[in-house]
């Protein structure tokens, strides 16, 4: 409030908690029932600060709404396209693929050419203390811990924490779990199996089994995978076959790989073995900056 009465501005506040429950917290509760790793803030930032926050700004006569958002939004022959941001250590293109042309064009970006650096000094300069100082959010919003499985353990019921056998890739009953729904691919933490020296990973979770599968390091890479819930950014590509780049983790570097289209479900398969492919995440496909598309690894 005192940094709009600076600005002039009036404060308005929503209150989309009940959305918020909906869309987000109980899809992700929902998702790990069903033995998979989602990603809560792509849904967020569908259907909540581009779906209802959008919807009230149309409502109340605005043009576009502006987020804090490290993208970049660019025009071409009457497509919208989205890019990368100009800070690539702080790009969130990743969380953003799931917008659709209504609604890129009606946002704006405008730290899209800033650096984090530049906007804390900009934020000084106009004596906006407290974004000059303000420490950044990260990991997810709704629950303090670090980890997701103290808030799972408190919401999920009983029947999806059921306890089972952790085996090996070859069979070997090596321990238990706690319940599949509190684990992801890859994760190495958490596990209490030992091999402190030669430590044990999630490889994959056995959901008809009940079972935890675990192996190495080196077993936790893959190259291929099937994606559901296709959708793509500016335009549908002509061809179904398309070679881009993509990346299966907001902090994963893009690595090349061709993309097989089939209606809103495809193939994809990495140049290089990637780690810790897992059910749930999205995967978000580049060509340069530009987002091409993304959609749901299966």
């Known amino acids: 409030q005192r940094i709009a009465g600076k600005l002039s501005m009036p404060v308005c506040v929503l209150d989309v908690g009940k959305k918020f429950k909906e869309k987000v917290v109980d899809y992700f509760i929902n998702e790990h029932k069903k033995a998979k790793t989602p990603n ?10 581009f779906g209802e926050l959008l919807s009230w700004a149309k409502s109340m006569g605005a ?22 941001g100009g800070d690539n250590d702080k790009d969130q293109s990743y969380f953003l693929y799931k917008l659709t042309q209504d609604q890129l064009k009606h946002v704006i970006f405008p730290l ?3 650096s984090k650096q530049q906007v804390r000094a ?3 300069r106009y004596g906006i203390g407290e974004a000059a100082k303000s420490r950044e959010s ?20 009983k029947k999806y924490l059921k306890k089972g056998p952790i085996k090996t890739e070859d069979g070997k009953v090596i321990g238990q779990h706690e319940g599949l729904a509190l684990y992801t691919i890859g994760q190495r933490k958490g596990i209490k199996i030992g091999g402190e020296h030669d430590p044990w990973y999630v490889t994959r979770l056995d959901s008809k089994n009940n079972t935890l599968i675990v192996g190495k390091n080196k077993d936790t890479f893959t190259k291929k995978m ?22 299966i983790r907001h902090r994963f570097p893009e690595s090349p790989a ?19 492919i897992t059910r749930g995440q999205s995967v978000v496909f580049y060509q340069g900056s530009k987002v091409v598309g993304g959609g749901e690894i299966m």
């Open 40 to 49: 809560p803030c792509i849904a967020c930032n569908r259907n909540i600060k």
């Open 138 to 157: 990260q990991g997810i919003c709704f629950f303090p811990e670090k980890e997701h499985a103290p808030f799972l353990k408190r919401y999920l019921p």
């Open 112 to 114: 899209d050419k800033y």
């Open 258 to 276: 061709v993309l097989k289209i089939n209606g809103t479900k495809g193939t994809l398969e990495f140049t290089q073995k990637q780690r810790a």
């Open 226 to 247: 099937k994606i559901r819930d296709l959708t793509f950014t500016s335009q549908r590509p002509k061809t179904k076959t398309l070679k881009i780049k993509a990346k």
């Open 63 to 84: 043009s576009f709404i502006a987020t804090g958002h490290y993208a970049k939004i660019k025009k071409c022959k009457g497509v919208y396209e989205l890019h990368k």
């Open 122 to 124: 900009l934020a000084s």
